[in-house]
């Protein structure tokens, strides 16, 4: 069965400063990858996907990440984060042809100012 | 606003109870998600449903029902609650293959 880790249950960055949140999925071969982000009191909404090709994926609020197979990784990465960006972020995999998503425990982001 | 509706936002009820939560898909989404999200047990795949038909099943207790009408809205019947079922509950949908877009989510709380 799949499964995602996220390692970081909580991370805290200053506005300005760089991110990487860290994703690990467990799954035999490639699966298709998400991540979504949960505002407080918010719905989940898509940050970028990753299904095949090139490895690094953009997405919107100047989002990206990057699939490495080797690693099993799929971590997300912002150069400068904002005050904006504090919320709960979510890695999720799907394996090709499962129908469902499988989330990670999420990690929640604190923006000092 | 990904175009996924669900009523009503917040639901409070008795232990015992039964309760009907719906989900409006985006337009000519024929498929329809329904995930649990709990402090213990995070964010859970329940059921899918495909044009009126189920296609796959998660960890969703036989309390616990769903079904796809004919115009593809959705509703999720959660019966004899327990204190355990608090949990926000969201509905997601998606063209065949495709991203899942998630709707606001349905906060339930159980007293």
């Known amino acids: 069965a799949q499964s995602v880790t996220q390692p970081d249950i909580h991370i805290t960055v200053s506005e300005g400063a760089s991110l990487e949140l860290r994703c690990n999925y467990s799954y035999g071969a490639t699966p298709y990858l998400f991540w979504y982000v949960q505002s407080p009191g918010q719905g989940l909404q898509l940050l970028l996907k990753y299904f095949s090709g090139d490895t690094l994926v953009q997405g919107i609020k100047g989002f990206e990440a990057e699939f490495k197979r080797s690693q099993s990784s799929f971590n997300l990465r912002k150069p400068s984060v904002h005050w904006s960006d504090a919320a709960e972020y979510f890695c999720?995999?799907?394996?090709?042809?499962?129908?469902?998503?499988?989330f990670g425990q999420g990690t929640r982001l604190t923006i000092n100012p | 606003d990904s175009g996924v509706t669900q009523t009503p936002k917040h639901l409070i009820t008795a232990t015992g109870q039964r309760v009907t939560l719906r989900c409006s898909p985006r337009?000519?989404?024929?498929?329809v998600y329904w995930y649990q999200q709990s402090l213990d047990q995070g964010l859970q795949f329940l059921i899918q449903y495909y044009n009126g038909e189920e296609r796959a099943k998660g960890n969703i207790l036989e309390r616990f029902s769903a079904q796809q009408f004919p115009d593809l809205h959705s509703e999720l019947n959660l019966s004899s609650l327990e204190l355990g079922d608090s949990a926000l509950y969201f509905c997601?949908?998606?063209?065949?293959?495709?991203?899942?877009?998630f709707g606001p989510g349905t906060r339930l709380t159980v007293l």
């Open positions: 337009s000519g989404d024929l498929s």
């Open positions: 999720a995999v799907e394996a090709q042809g499962a129908q469902k998503l499988v």
């Open positions: 997601a949908s998606s063209p065949p293959g495709q991203t899942q877009y």
